[in-house]
């Protein structure tokens, strides 16, 4: 038998034995399974999109560096800005320096704080909106205020100085302990939100301070006819609340579409707590290697 056939044969065998082994597969909000092509094009008419990752989770990086790719091809000169979770908005002039090529690689990462996983998960997509011009906006609330917070309550912001206001959504900020992520984390105390005084409300009051700084950033930095792609982890825009809660506050007519990423065991359909999460949700195997 000819080496080529033979070999033809053997890969043949091997599909028949190991079936298909998908890195991840797409599926709707409500569990139907759903078309790369056809998602892109509905987050092409966004103003938002919210792209829920894990952190550690080396196929949402790679896949939002994808997204990121074939949206610009969709989108006009000037239509497409990033958003990031990653960094702080203090950081924003460093950040708008690094992607216009004025500040170097090591300065870069010795200023701006960076998260660990920066090198492997976060700078290809610096690099990408460096060699096509794209804006990146530093989104999230500097962490001495969200860790005040932590420690003392959204009280602790009133004698914030007038300078670093403009870091953070504007004050003061309201809260629904209602929402369903601030809900589950109230869950995680052991009882209801607004029962804990000091522990699991300062806590949720941190996190929302996270959520409406992202939101509030967000609002303020996308300009008509832009898409804004922002990259943050999952627990920020699940379920439509996060960021999505606050955006509706702040700018109630966006547009906004959410992508969510989510491990399971088995990816031929949706778990049923995954249902409903996000306007698009990702699923990769729960063997996924991880990034740390």
């Known amino acids: ?119 492997t998960d976060y700078r290809p997509l610096l690099l990408f909106a460096n060699e096509n011009k794209l804006s990146v906006i530093a989104t999230n609330a500097p962490r001495p205020f969200v860790s005040a917070v932590a420690r003392g309550s959204l009280k602790a912001l009133d004698k914030l100085p007038k300078a670093d206001r403009p870091l953070l959504a504007p004050l003061p900020l309201k809260v629904d302990y209602e929402l369903p992520g601030y809900k589950n984390m109230a869950a995680m105390f052991g009882g209801d939100s607004k029962a804990h005084g000091g522990g699991a409300q300062n806590i949720i009051q941190a996190q929302a301070l996270r959520d409406a700084t992202m939101a509030h950033s967000i609002r303020t930095s996308r300009q008509e006819g832009q898409t804004l792609l922002h990259f943050n982890g999952s627990y920020h825009s699940d379920h439509h609340d996060g960021i999505v809660a606050y955006l509706r506050q702040y700018a109630p007519k966006l547009r906004v579409r959410t992508l969510s990423v989510v491990s399971q065991e088995q990816l031929q359909q949706l778990d049923k707590e995954q249902v409903n999460i996000a306007d698009f949700v990702v699923v990769v195997p729960a063997d996924m290697i991880k990034s740390y």
Request: with cysteine; aromatic share 10%; glycine share 6%.
């Open 1 to 119: 038998m000819p080496r080529i056939l033979c070999l033809a044969l053997i890969a043949c065998l091997l599909t028949g034995f190991t079936g298909d082994r998908p890195a991840y597969r797409l599926f709707t909000a409500t569990g139907q399974p759903a078309d790369y092509d056809q998602m892109l094009a509905e987050l092409a008419q966004a103003d938002v999109v919210l792209f829920g990752e894990q952190h550690n989770d080396v196929m949402a990086h790679w896949l939002e560096l994808q997204v990121a790719k074939d949206l610009q091809k969709l989108k006009k000169p000037g239509q497409l800005v990033l958003g990031m979770e990653m960094f702080e908005r203090d950081v924003q002039t460093l950040l708008t320096q690094y992607v216009t090529g004025a500040l170097v690689d090591s300065a870069f990462e010795r200023q701006a704080r960076p998260w660990p996983n920066y090198a």
